[in-house]
């Protein structure tokens, strides 16, 4: 339980107001005090549609990370992992960390929720949500250079100097490099859930070899439950965050075979999520 109440804490910093009615921006010290130590099964609140699991990740203490309120972020982002399906999120935090350099280190994983679920016609692994990088920490899924546009709520929060960056230990600060011609970076705005599987072919249309992809003629699909998955997972966090409205997938933000045939499915998304009380919007474009 009381752990249960720490990571509330850490999901909530961005719903209160100071005195002035403003969003405060949501404390270092106390974004930190999430539960690394160990891990362990979150029992879902009553009312909620899906348990995520809460998980011990180590993270580069020396890496640079953003914190944001929780109105900045309106849209949900889908990946694929290009790994097994029984890959662990310890494991692709480890290959995040792993990909960093001495100058452009990784915080920890890129993605908010990573989700295990079977192929369709698998039943392995078991079905399991675990939560990635907490949710007021801006993650580094969709492009660190990909800059889209804000809607007057971002953009006031902006212009108050609401998102600020910095390493633990050290009092994080503005940074104007996250915004270019009104327009700010998509990782302020978005969060991502991947999906551990490889969803692309062995042989991309690019002709560059993708290890663990599917041969010709033989492609994978989600199973129901995946789908229905990420189905419960966006429309809770709707119901929690009530901007989030729109599902978008990565290959919409950088160039890359990401998340592969996964892509087909989102229209399949919003419309499960739809029988569990969400509306949710489907990004049309692309921002490269």
Not at 42 to 65: C, H, M, Q, T, W
Not at 85 to 102: K, W, Y
Request: aromatic letters at 10%.
């Amino acid at each position: 339980m009381k752990r249960l109440i720490l990571l509330l804490i850490v999901f909530q910093t961005s719903a209160f107001a100071d005195n002035s009615g403003l969003i405060t921006v949501p404390d270092i010290s106390r974004v930190m005090d999430y539960p690394y130590e160990n891990e362990e099964q979150i029992e879902p609140e009553s009312g909620d549609l899906i348990s995520i699991e809460s998980v011990a990740y180590p993270r580069n203490k020396k890496a640079k990370f953003c914190i944001r309120p929780a109105e900045m972020v309106d849209t949900i982002v889908i990946h694929h992992s290009e790994t097994s399906s029984s890959s662990t999120a310890l494991e692709i935090n480890d290959f995040h960390l792993n990909r960093g350099t001495a100058s452009d280190p990784w915080y920890m994983i890129a993605y908010s929720f990573v989700i295990n679920s079977p192929y369709e016609g698998s039943t392995i692994p078991l079905p399991k949500v675990s939560e990635g990088r907490p949710f007021d920490i801006v993650g580094g899924h969709a492009g660190s250079n990909i800059f889209v546009p804000m809607d007057d709520v971002q953009a006031r929060l902006w212009s108050q100097k609401k998102i600020l960056c910095g390493k633990e230990n050290q009092k994080p600060k503005y940074d104007s490099t996250l915004v270019k011609n009104k327009k700010i970076k998509a990782n302020v705005t978005t969060i991502g859930v991947v999906v551990n599987g490889n969803y692309s072919p062995y042989v991309l249309e690019s002709g560059a070899i993708n290890p663990g992809g599917y041969m010709q003629g033989e492609p994978r699909g989600p199973s129901d439950s995946t789908l229905d998955m990420i189905a419960r997972l966006s429309c809770q966090l709707q119901k929690k965050y009530p901007r989030i409205n729109r599902l978008a997938y990565h290959n919409q933000y950088h160039p890359t075979s990401c998340p592969g045939d996964f892509a087909a499915n989102m229209e399949k998304i919003k419309i499960k999520a739809k029988e569990y009380g969400c509306e949710f919007n489907l990004l049309l474009k692309s921002y490269y």
